[in-house]
T-cell receptor, first 110, second 114 residues
Framework: GESVGLHLPTLSVQEGDNSIINCAYS??????FIWYKQESGKGPQFIID?????DKRQGQRVTVLLNKTVKHLSLQIAATQPGDSAVYFCAETTGNQFYFGTGTSLTVIP | KAGVTQTPRYLIKTRGQQVTLSCSPI?????VSWYQQTPGQGLQFLFE???????NKGNFPGRFSGRQFSNSRSEMNVSTLELGDSALYLC?????????????FGPGTRLTVL
């Protein structure tokens, strides 16, 4: 089966610093990846996605890096703000269904 | 545009009972997927419905079932509840049935089985 995991279950950063959240995936055939943010009491919210034909994609304050060689995905959040405190999930798919990691809890320290 | 809504938001049941959860997708969305979220397993895919047909199914026992109505609203049912069924059940809607299409999640139904 699929295996999508996160290196660290929790991450604490100072407000204004950059955050890096990592994710490992096991299926080399996965060709689409998404990062989600889930705040307490809410459902996951789409942050950014990347296709396997890219190795980097930037959004507003967020960057996703994809390293297919080692099957690794990372989410970088620039100038982390208190509102970024949440659980972050990566998800992968080959087009059939999504497989999600268990999540990393990001805490921003004011 | 209203988001995905799920009812009820919280539910407490006892072992052996059955439960039905409801999901109303974003207007115009025809695909609804259901997920189970637990602290240890994360989000796990249950099934997807598109145009009233189940398109994909995850690795869950037959106690978990679902359906979709002609207005795209979906229900999932869990029969003979077990303690391990306690979880947050999320539904997500998308325009079409494709994992390459963005999914929009509802707030979830928190099910507690005693």
């Amino acid at each position: 089966g699929e295996s999508v995991g996160l290196h660290l279950p929790t991450l604490s950063v100072q407000e204004g610093d950059n955050s890096i959240i990592n994710c490992a995936y096991s299926n080399s055939a996965s060709d689409y990846f998404i990062w989600y943010k889930q705040e307490s009491g809410k459902g996951p919210q789409f942050i950014i996605d990347i296709r396997s034909n890219m190795d980097k994609r930037q959004g507003q304050r967020v960057t996703v890096l994809l390293n297919k060689t080692v099957k690794h995905l990372s989410l970088q959040i620039a100038a982390t703000q208190p509102g970024d405190s949440a659980v972050y999930f990566c998800a992968e798919t080959t087009g059939n269904q999504f497989y999600f990691g268990t999540g990393t809890s990001l805490t921003v320290i004011p | 545009k209203a988001g995905v809504t799920q009812t009820p938001r919280y539910l407490i049941k006892t072992r052996g009972q059955q439960v039905t959860l409801s999901c109303s997708p974003i207007s115009g969305h025809r695909s609804v997927s259901w997920y189970q979220q637990t602290p240890g397993q994360g989000l796990q895919f249950l099934f997807e419905y598109f145009s009233e047909t189940q398109r994909n199914k995850g690795n869950f026992p037959g106690r978990f079932s679902g359906r979709q109505f002609s207005n795209s609203r979906s229900e999932m049912n869990v029969s003979t509840l077990e303690l391990g069924d306690s979880a947050l059940y999320l539904c997500a809607s998308s325009l079409i049935s494709s994992s390459y299409n963005e999914q929009f999640f509802g707030p979830g139904t928190r099910l507690t089985v005693l």
